[in-house]
């Protein structure tokens, strides 16, 4: 599921079911201090601290847990870090139509981010646009002048500007450190997905039902 909202207390939330593996809308069930005291979240502690959400999809019911940690400090803050610890996390990929070298940076970054390494997720996702921009023959200096003449060579407009969000966020996280949340992380992940569909999936599958017509049609 995606990570937590900026309000901890948030009753509802949106994001990803691993259980019906839809979109949905959730409703908190419990929140739960693990550490410094098994208790009751009453509020943000000073202190370093550790809990456990439970969230149930309100499509399926199934119950996903998050543990959530939390660096020293005073009031509301963002986690340090966020570990779905059920349903398990499964790594992404991509169809097999797709390239094995995008592919497999793209398994890469799935493994980071079913793993709660973000920076890691990032850095792997931007590095999959990079081999991708390789496959499609992109020009230019840099990998923005690269996305860039995709555009200019005629791809979707839309798909240009997922690859730029993929760009971005690995920029961020390389070059400045940015730890993203999960959520965001996710999405960038499923924006490469829907690119790959459009260059690679959906082609493979014209080409296949092609192929299936003329077989048809020969003596």
Known sequence: MNSPPSDLMAPTRKGYCGHCNTHSNFTRRFTRLLHPRPREFQGFPSEAFVIDEAWECNFCDGATVEQLIYEEGMGPRPPVKVRQTWPLKQPRDLDQSVPAAIRSLFLEGSVCEAAGAMRGAAAMYRGTVEELCKDRGAAGRTLYDRIESLKAGGLDPEVVQSL???????????????????????????????????????????AALRAARQARRSP
């Not at 400045?176 to 082609?203: F, K, M, R, T």
């Open 164 to 206: 730029h969000e993929a760009r971005m966020l690995g920029n961020d996280s390389i070059h400045d450190g940015l730890i993203y949340a999960s959520n965001e992380v996710a999405d960038v992940a499923n924006l490469i997905e829907e690119a790959a569909i459009i260059l690679y999936v959906q082609p493979a599958q014209r």
